[in-house]
């Protein structure tokens, strides 16, 4: 690569998200209503003391979608309100209504959240990227903050509608400076590794750790992946071992995906809250919004076997 | 079955909707927002004209999912405010967030419109009957109007959240006042007659037209057909002919079953929107909400081609 290209690549990645980010869970209180405390103070402790570089609130563990864009907008606000940095937060915006998705991405923008990760509208199946594109266009569009960054959320096992290459491509053209990056939930290697080849000057960000180290060697921005939240500074160490270029960091990634493995097996948000309710002996963290439902005693009882059969440590923070 | 059986089966069936009932499209006007003067022109016309014996409104084909709960909320109190029945009205009310179905069912049902039709949330795919069941009872419950009839929405294809038979009965054991029927848009005649035999209490109605005698036959309670935007006289004539026990119910359902496979051969909810622009000489009908997309040309031509061809009237109403 010449050497003004490289500059040039190094000039589009600067300011880019990069590092572990957390997609943060969301405490409940009464009437299964957002607990904005516990949420602020998790979010605080994942930042400060868990070694995420960021964390994106309303991401699917976060079970954005199960919430109002009123209570995604109060419990934004109370993260601000607590002192939180905006520069290291990203916003999950991207809702089946356009409207919503609009009323998000201003809300969040105009809060300073400059960042924002977007669902495509997931109702309609089988849409074309001339749709997608056009609903992302809308957003953009009436948004209207020439420093929005939209970072592309691909999880087709969930939404089932896939970011296509052809429809990056499509934003990219359109808006090259408010296109910043791609979370890649999709748990394929091969596809991650393809959207990191095809689309150097974004960010991309594996939505699972067990492919971190991999996809870092490849030129990943890094990683946002759920299990942050119970196990942010094993994943860090990964992300500081491939950094400097230390020669454990294979064994370091092992032992996340080892961890993730044992994680996974169950589903995860509710696996994720049992291991902080536990953690922190705070049973409000338990509760999940229909139709997530807790883990079952038994369920419960297996992953706290085979976590500490691991030596992850289910005490301390 | 036994006089009190037969007694008690109707009284069940007594006030249950049935019929004919078209999932009216939606209008757009300036900035995709919903023409509401247009929509409920719209809604009378299938009412008054169009031989429907009622309306569901915000279902998919009213691109329900692609409206903020505000949006929704106005545009439903703009078509009781012409002086349309609620009594004539299902209202769609189902959402991803729980927040948003509660505040949308309890809306409907403060104006008096006591049918819901009720998708499951359906961002979070695999999940659990408890879960589904969790989510309806917090609507239900929240709600607490005793006048509430829910119809359950099924249409795995695009919302990748099956009703299942044991959801079903479980809502039915905690809600028999409740839960009146569903809506069945899998297009699986087996299925839909599997629904009708195992739950003859309630109100079945498949979500196309192309399965209608077969399934009156076995009992179903009607239709609610997105072609019942435009070809609705023709699909209540089947109706009609079923009441009467007429002779040639096959020969009209055959014809509507002919109709409906050039409807569907291009995306739907464009192709009812083409034809009722063309119709009403108002190409205002053409707007969608992104994702999805107007026909192209070339599609709109084809379609009204194949329409002729089938002595499909595209000009009166």
Same mark, same amino acid.
């Given at each position: 690569?010449?050497?003004?290209?490289?500059?040039?690549?190094?000039?589009?990645?600067? @300011?880019?998200?990069?590092?572990?980010? %957390?997609?943060?869970?969301?405490?409940?209180?009464?009437?299964?209503?957002?607990? %904005?405390?516990?949420? =602020?103070?998790? =979010?605080?402790?994942?930042?400060? /003391? /868990?070694?995420?570089?960021?964390?994106? &609130?309303?991401?699917?563990? @976060?079970? %954005?979608?199960?919430?109002?864009?009123? /209570?995604?907008?109060?419990?934004?606000?109370?993260?601000?309100?607590? @002192? &939180?940095?905006?520069?290291?937060?990203?916003?999950?915006?991207?809702?089946?209504?356009?409207?919503?998705? &609009? /009323?998000?991405?201003?809300?969040?923008?105009?809060l300073g959240c400059k960042r924002v990760l977007m669902l495509p509208p997931f109702y309609y199946k089988g849409v074309s990227d001339e749709g997608l594109h056009a609903s992302y266009a809308e957003v953009i569009e009436r948004t209207g903050d020439a420093k929005l960054e939209v970072y592309l959320y691909h999880f087709p096992r969930l939404s089932a509608v896939p970011i296509t290459h052809g429809l990056v491509e499509r934003l990219l053209a359109a808006y090259p400076e408010t296109i910043k990056g791609i979370k890649d939930s999709s748990g394929d290697p091969e596809g991650c590794a393809h959207f990191i080849a095809r689309f150097p000057d974004l960010a991309i960000f594996p939505g699972t750790e067990s492919i971190m180290l991999d996809m870092l060697e490849r030129g990943a921005a890094g990683c946002i992946s759920a299990s942050a939240n119970v196990n942010g500074p094993a994943i860090r160490r990964v992300w500081d071992a491939w950094k400097d270029g230390r020669e454990d960091r294979q064994e370091l990634q092992d032992e996340i995906t080892a961890t993730r493995l044992v994680l996974q097996a169950n589903p995860m948000i509710p696996t994720l809250k049992q291991i902080l309710a536990h953690r922190l002996g705070d049973s409000a963290w338990l509760g999940v919004r229909p139709p997530l439902t807790p883990l079952s005693g038994e369920q419960a009882t297996a992953l706290e076997t085979e976590l500490s059969r691991l030596g992850f440590d289910l005490q301390a923070a």
């Open positions: 690569m010449a050497s003004t290209e490289t500059a040039t690549l190094e000039q589009a990645k600067a @300011g880019r998200a990069e590092g572990l980010w %957390a997609p943060a869970l969301t405490a409940l209180g009464g009437e299964l209503a957002p607990d %904005a405390e516990r949420t =602020v103070a998790h =979010v605080r402790r994942l930042l400060d /003391e /868990e070694g995420c570089h960021g964390v994106a &609130i309303f991401g699917t563990t @976060g079970e %954005a979608t199960s919430f109002s864009v009123a /209570e995604r907008k109060a419990l934004l606000e109370a993260v601000l309100e607590a @002192g &939180i940095a905006p520069a290291r937060l990203m916003v999950g915006t991207g809702c089946c209504a356009l409207s919503d998705s &609009i /009323e998000l991405t201003r809300h969040a923008a105009g």
